[in-house]
C-alpha cells in the first residue's frame, strides 16, 4: 500500500482520468479506471475504453533544508475498442484519447487537490496504431508514460 501522500497522488488521477467523459467537454468518455492493476488480459469488451494507473520508480532530489522534489514515474494502460478495425481508426481513436488525457492532467499546482503537487505531465506514448488490418484484434491499446512532480518534506 502506498503511502498517504502517494495514494493521494494515485487517487487524484483517477479522478482526472475519470472525468474524461462527453459531457465535461471531452471528445471521448472513459468506462473504467483502474489502479494497481495485475492482469490487463481480463479487461473485458464492456469495460472498454479502459485505463490502468500503475506506479512505476521514482526519483529524488534534495531542494532545500528537509525538502525533496520526486518525480514519479507512472504508466497508464490505454484498451479502446475502435467501432471499425481498420489501422486508420485505431490510430485516430488512440491519437484522440492521448489528447483527452492530457487535457484531464494537465493543471496548474494549485488545482490538484494533494498538497505538494506541482504537475502531472505525459511524457512519451508507445501505441498499436500502426498494427496491419488483418492483426487488429478488437482493440487498440497505448501505453502512456506519465511523471508526477510533488514535494515531500522528510525528517531531520
Known sequence: MPDPIRKQILDELETRLEAITAANGYVNTIDTVEIGI???D???PGERP??????????????????VEIQ??????????????????VADGLASWAADIRKALYAAPSNFSVDGMIAAKVVGIKTNAGVPEDAIQNLGASAISIVVEFQEVTSA
Open 50 to 67: 479502459w485505463i490502468g494507473i500503475i506506479p512505476q520508480n521514482e526519483v529524488w532530489q534534495d531542494i532545500a533544508g528537509h525538502i
Open 72 to 89: 514519479w514515474a507512472i504508466d497508464l494502460v490505454l484498451f479502446i475498442e475502435p467501432t471499425t478495425k481498420t489501422t486508420a481508426s
Open 42 to 44: 481480463n479487461v473485458g
Open 38 to 40: 495485475t492482469n490487463a
